[in-house]
């Protein structure tokens, strides 16, 4: 992919570290012109400095035409990956189940709003959207996550059959777990599930990089998600009673 990336201008959202830091790392070691965008400043501004990145702090919602500026008005690839890990039943608030919503898909859905006329006008674009294995699959104890997973990934399945013919690609990168503050915030049932497995950030960036010399829309860091996902597909009753077995189990360990 480095013909492909080398010049481009880039967006990570979400880069104060894990996945969002390594991915700034990896398109710029590739050669790219990257931007990186986070609410925690300091931390994007010690990467910026070590990638040779642009730094703009703030809500990604609210930072679209600041990002756009840094890269003198041309995005050619946008990394949505920012987000919220909200765990949580049915229970949960509805101030919770709002911001998952609200930074987990909207914030998608703006960026795709400002960028696609340009992507359109000249025929060149690129999404990807950080999602997550729960957005194939499901995780226990994280409804809203769960939920807003799934709508992370349909709706970059709609960009990707939308205007694929027109040079817009999309992305949807759908790990299990990443050695990421967001792993550790799973508390118990990311212990039980998704621990185990665990890979680093780095790997995730791999992944995608290999997705996109594949032209690829699925990104998976672990490999045997697609024979899960191919497993719900095939039997759904079959794999709901495993989830919840290990619904089961998780509740006999103490989680709640």
């Known amino acids: 992919m480095s013909g492909t990336v080398r010049g481009a201008g880039v967006v990570v959202t979400g880069a104060g570290g894990g996945i969002g830091a390594a991915l700034a790392r990896r398109f710029a070691a590739e050669g790219a012109r990257v931007v990186v965008n986070d609410l925690d400043e300091a931390r994007i501004g010690g990467l910026a400095e070590e990638i040779g990145a642009v730094a ?59 960028l696609l006329p340009g992507w359109l006008e000249r025929g060149a674009g690129r999404f990807v959207s950080t999602a997550s294995a729960a957005g194939l699959l499901t995780m226990i104890g994280a409804a809203p996550y769960s939920v ?46 998704l621990a185990p497995t665990a890979i680093e950030p780095e790997a995730v960036a791999d992944a995608l990089f290999d997705a996109m010399a594949e032209d690829r829309f699925l990104v998976l860091p672990h490999p045997e998600v697609a024979g899960f996902y191919r497993a719900r597909a095939d039997d759904p009753d079959h794999w709901l009673g495993g989830m919840n077995h290990l619904q089961r189990k998780w509740e006999e360990s103490g989680g709640t």
């Open 56 to 114: 703009v702090a703030g809500d990604a919602s609210r930072t679209l035409d600041a990002v756009r500026d840094a890269l003198d008005g041309t995005v050619d690839v946008y990394c949505a990956n920012a987000g919220l890990a909200s765990p949580g039943d049915v229970f949960a608030e509805e101030e919770v189940w709002a911001a998952a919503w609200d930074v987990n898909v909207m914030a998608h859905v703006r960026a795709a709003r400002a």
């Open 148 to 193: 807003t997973k799934h709508g992370v990934v349909a709706f970059a399945e709609w960009l990707s059959l939308t205007y694929r013919h027109r040079g817009v690609k999309a992305h949807a990168i759908c790990p299990q777990g990443v050695r990421t503050d967001m792993l550790t915030a799973a508390g118990s049932a990311g212990e039980l599930v």
